[in-house]
């Protein structure tokens, strides 16, 4: 078998069948992108490990880098066609997104009127405050709630982009300041517990966070051979479009801007980010990242279906099942409990096929780095699992 990119950890069948389809769809250099064959990768999860938003939103409430007053950040928060009296613990009725919101800006007006507006404390100092921890606890608490609950609409507000007021060179270049930070963190849990002396409308809640974020040499080594035997790629991704483009861009992965799609926001009159989903635009999640693949990519390529596409989650699972042309879906392994098991399972009984159209890839979420194995073993655990009961 010819070999285009250094093994290393990946799965010894996976790495086997992208080989086989590099030998198969390489050009000769100069074939026009129309005549190319091309993969679409998703981001987060997939080329990465970890989320770069949800890196993002966490750098940003450390540093406590908002451009927004306590009205504006309010506003974001409980604007838009969701149910913010959804009750998100069923023991606790007061724990709601409104009730979350009221709790929220009480510490930032705080936090705005003592260090973000004009710094009368370092921030070291707001950061030992209760009104920080109870913001910080309450914020990401609310964040994964919403992100669980709630689905973004083309033209409708969205409840986390609280980058609102940023430009997008602005973005970028949060992103990259983001980015040099997470890629050096440690993988290990942080643990949020809000003030007991501000319980406010809701309580007392705890969320957490994994920080390190990897971006695996074995993935930038893979997207360097198709690029380098002129297969075209592609990223699709459900987390912001600069922030996602900057990754993909300038991190190893060298995909130019043209050739990413995520999710896009508006931009105001003085040209800056409004936490509103863009008119007519993809949501690319799910079935639209499919729509997106078919409307946006394909015709650039006279209409063809990928050759490859590479995913982790539900996110993907629409277009892994949908786009029958696909030669090779290849599923990184989070061992999640949802419909992605049925991809797991699938692959398993197509192992040493040489035509498989399904292959797993494992990953060690302690280490930040795939393992030479279809099963994976999860953050804080050492058991290797193909599957969760």
């Known amino acids: 078998m010819d070999t285009f990119f250094p093994q290393n950890n990946w799965e010894p069948f996976v790495y086997q069948r992208l080989n086989h389809l590099i030998q198969h769809y390489q050009q000769a250099g100069g074939t026009p992108l129309a005549d190319q ?31 927004l007053t306590p009205e504006q950040f309010f506003t974001i928060l409980t604007t838009g066609p969701f149910d913010f009296d959804l009750i998100l613990e069923a023991d606790r009725p007061n724990l709601t997104p409104a009730n979350l919101a009221k709790d929220i800006i009480e510490n930032y007006t705080w936090l ?17 405050t209760d009104f920080y921890q109870d913001f910080r606890a309450k914020l990401r608490y609310y964040y994964r709630a919403v992100n669980k609950h709630f689905i973004r609409e083309a033209g409708q507000p969205w409840l986390t982009y609280w980058f609102q007021g940023y430009s997008q060179t602005e973005l970028i270049n949060l992103t990259r300041e983001m980015l040099d930070h997470a ?17 406010g409308i809701v309580g007392e809640v705890v969320a957490d966070f994994t920080s390190g974020l990897r971006f695996p040499k074995e993935l930038r080594d893979l997207y360097e051979a198709f690029q380098s035997h002129n297969i075209a790629t592609y990223v699709v ?3 912001p479009i600069d922030v996602v483009r900057t990754a993909a861009l300038e991190y190893g992965f060298q995909v130019p801007f043209n050739q990413v799609i995520a999710m896009c926001y508006q931009i ?8 509103y989903m863009e008119d007519n635009t993809f949501i690319t999640k799910q079935a639209g990242k499919t729509a997106a693949i078919q409307q946006l ?41 949802d419909d992605t098991r049925s991809i797991v399972e699938l692959a398993h009984g197509l192992i040493h096929r040489p035509d498989a159209q399904f292959v797993v890839q494992g990953r ?22 193909l599957m969760i009961n």
């Not at 705005?112 to 030992?128: G, M, N």
């Not at 890629?183 to 319980?199: F, K």
């Not at 060690?364 to 699992?385: A, H, M, W």
């Open 112 to 128: 705005y009127e003592h260090y973000i507006k004009a710094p009368q404390l370092s921030l070291e100092e707001v950061k030992a």
């Open 237 to 239: 991704s459900a987390s």
């Open 297 to 337: 990519i394909a015709p650039q390529h006279q209409g063809k279906q990928p050759i490859a596409l590479f995913g982790d989650s539900m996110g993907d699972y629409d277009m892994m099942m949908n786009l029958q042309d696909v030669k090779l879906n290849v599923l990184f392994n989070c061992l999640l409990s």
């Open 268 to 275: 105001d009159q003085d040209r800056k980010i409004m936490a």
């Open 183 to 199: 890629l050096v963190a440690p993988i290990e849990l942080e643990v949020y517990h809000s003030s007991s002396q501000r319980p």
């Open 364 to 385: 060690d979420e302690n280490t930040g780095q795939l393992r030479p194995s279809n099963k994976s073993i999860v953050f804080g655990e050492s058991q290797e699992r």
């Open 37 to 67: 064959a091309y993969v679409v990768f998703d981001f987060d999860n997939t080329s990465a490990i970890a989320d770069v938003e949800d890196n993002l939103m966490i750098y940003m409430l450390k540093q406590l880098l908002y451009k």
